[in-house]
């Protein structure tokens, strides 16, 4: 253990000390420390690579110092059989770190967009940042994480990897696509439709069930596939841009075990979301689609469509 090894160092561990006093690590909390602490640590890559900041700037050096303090304790299939519950918690833990930046890019869009008439003149270029935030704004913070990852692999197999703008490229398209792909299914998505009206009362459809035990299995099955999926077509994405082989066993047993989290994690926060659906009823009874819900804003021809239509055959009455 980390903690006992630094202890062995300072020479403060005693002989009579038994194994059972050491605190425990990981957890749900460490797993989303740690988390968090990738997304900075990407910020600060990030102003390294395209604003010219050093490799040690503040950014860097405090997401390095969150993932330093608040090490995981499941890392791997062998750690799971014995540590069922912490498994639980830290594969919750990392996907649950992720909705809070979301949220907030997209609330911050939306925000602009609303305060946009107030600007005069201005108003057309305010609500169309307004939008581009919101739209952009949850994928490109969800896209973070991988980002800083790709760019530290690349860079420790090839010093060059840290001017070559091919590589930064690279980083950039891969860990874009895998923030597209995070936040339009799964739990992140439905985090995200929690934020309108229209988006919970769709989620309040598809979630429809008889009863708040139904309606939390099928979140829990749901946001369980749905993550888990995700991980597997993700982790292959971020092995290539890192210039990994990802049909070698190494790569495989890394994307087989996250997907493994994502359906754990995801499965919580899904049965979460189902058991909160069950009592935002829906406006009127239709057919429920299980497809994802679509919380973007609509295009102007959308809302066109969305207008009051006549009846082609009024009926006059005399």
Same mark, same amino acid.
């Given at each position: ?12 561990l ?8 050491e605190?425990?690590k990981?957890?749900?909390?460490? %797993?989303?420390? %740690? ?15 395209f ?5 040690d700037?503040?950014?860097?050096? /405090? ?6 303090e ?5 890392r791997?299939?062998?750690?799971v ?11 919750t833990?990392?996907?649950?770190a992720?909705?809070? @930046? ?6 911050v ?12 003149? #201005? ?20 896209a ?7 760019? $530290? +692999?690349?860079?420790? +197999? ?6 070559? /703008?091919?590589?930064? #490229? ?12 995070e936040?339009?299914f799964?739990p ?6 929690m934020?309108?009206?229209?988006g919970?009362?769709?989620?309040? +459809?598809?979630?429809a069930s ?8 099928k ?15 993700? *982790? ?6 890192s /210039?990994?082989?990802?049909?070698s066993?190494? %790569? ?9 989290m ?8 899904g049965?979460?979301v189902?058991g909160? *659906? /069950? ?7 239709? $057919? ?13 021809? $959308? ?6 239509? @006549? ?5 006059v009455?005399?």
């Open positions: 253990a980390i903690i006992r090894e630094e202890r062995q160092r300072t020479g403060a005693s002989a009579l000390e038994s194994p059972s006093e605190p425990e990981g957890g749900f909390d460490a %797993s989303g420390l %740690s988390a968090a602490g990738g997304a900075i640590k990407s910020i600060g890559q990030g102003a390294q690579d604003l010219g900041a050093d490799s700037n503040i950014f860097s050096q /405090y997401g390095q110092e969150l993932i330093d608040n090490p995981t304790a499941i791997s299939f062998e750690d059989p014995d540590n069922k519950i912490l498994t639980v918690k830290e594969a833990g990392n996907v649950a992720s909705l809070p @930046p979301i949220l907030a890019a997209r609330a869009g939306m925000g602009i967009t609303a305060a946009s008439p107030f600007t005069g003149p #201005a108003m057309p270029f305010v609500a169309g940042l307004g939008q581009l935030i919101a739209w952009v704004g949850p994928a490109a913070v969800a973070l994480p991988s980002y800083g990852s790709i760019r $530290e +692999k690349q860079i420790f +197999k090839d010093q060059k990897a840290v001017s070559s /703008y091919r590589d930064k #490229a690279v980083a950039l398209f891969a860990s874009g696509t895998i923030g597209a792909i936040t339009r799964g992140q998505n439905w985090a995200l439709a934020l309108t009206k229209e919970r009362n769709k989620l309040a +459809k598809q979630m008889k009863n708040v035990v139904e309606s939390v299995a979140g829990t099955v749901r946001g369980g596939l749905i993550e888990g999926t995700e991980e597997l077509v993700q *982790s292959p994405i971020e092995q290539l841009a /210039y990994d082989d990802p049909t066993d190494e %790569s495989i047993e890394e994307t087989v075990f996250g997907g493994f994502g359906f754990v994690g995801g499965g919580v926060l049965g979460g189902g909160v *659906s /069950y009592f935002a009823k829906p406006g009127e009874e239709e $057919e429920i689609s299980f497809q994802d819900v679509d919380i973007f804003p609509p295009t102007p021809s $959308e809302e066109q469509e969305q207008l009051p239509k @006549p009846d082609s055959d009024p009926v009455t005399l």
